[in-house]
């Protein structure tokens, strides 16, 4: 992905399309119509136990194999029996590039109660898919794991938005 990139001809060349990938590209596909002020008005009328802003509360990782990228607060939102992460404030690397409402990951159902695979977006925006979980204990503890990186980071449901 980085580097340079060139085309090189000593003999005329039509290009019909050409196509670049770049990591603005990646952040646009996380943006969404969510601001903070819709956000808190869907909340304020939400009745799911699971759905609200959940805040940083601590970490067990590995800094050899993984860093976290701030002291996230968070709003989770569902879509079906899916949630959305979308991110409130919090981050330190790559800070400038986070704006709230930003989809930061997403929580699939499996076929346990609580239990949800987990789709996540470390700060430069590039996404963990595989063997990354999540859980939620008591509809306010959100404990967010990455065994390959052996390290997880845990949540707490709070009541109001306090951006």
Do not use: C
């Not at 770049?22 to 808190?40: A, G, M």
């Not at 067990?60 to 029996?81: C, H, S, T, V």
Request: hydrophobic content about 35%; aromatic content about 14%; overall charge neutral.
């Amino acid at each position: 992905r980085k580097g340079l990139y060139g085309i090189y001809t000593n003999e005329s060349l039509r290009v019909m399309s050409l196509v670049a990938d770049s990591k603005s590209n990646l952040k646009n596909k996380l943006s969404t119509e969510w601001t903070l002020e819709k956000i808190d008005n869907y909340l304020i009328k939400s009745n799911d136990p699971k759905e609200g802003y959940w805040e940083y509360l601590d970490r067990d990782n590995n800094d050899k194999k993984a860093k976290i990228g701030g002291r996230y607060k968070f709003a989770l939102i569902r879509e079906g029996e899916d949630f959305i992460i979308l991110y409130i404030s919090g981050a330190v690397t790559n800070k400038s590039s986070w704006k709230p409402g930003m989809i930061k990951g997403k929580l699939k159902s499996t076929i346990f109660e609580n239990h949800y695979d987990l789709v996540w977006y470390d700060s430069m925006f590039e996404p963990i898919e595989t063997d990354a979980h999540a859980d939620i204990t008591d509809d306010i503890i959100l404990n967010l794991q990455f065994p390959i990186y052996e390290s997880s980071f845990r949540l707490y449901k709070t009541r109001k938005a306090s951006f």
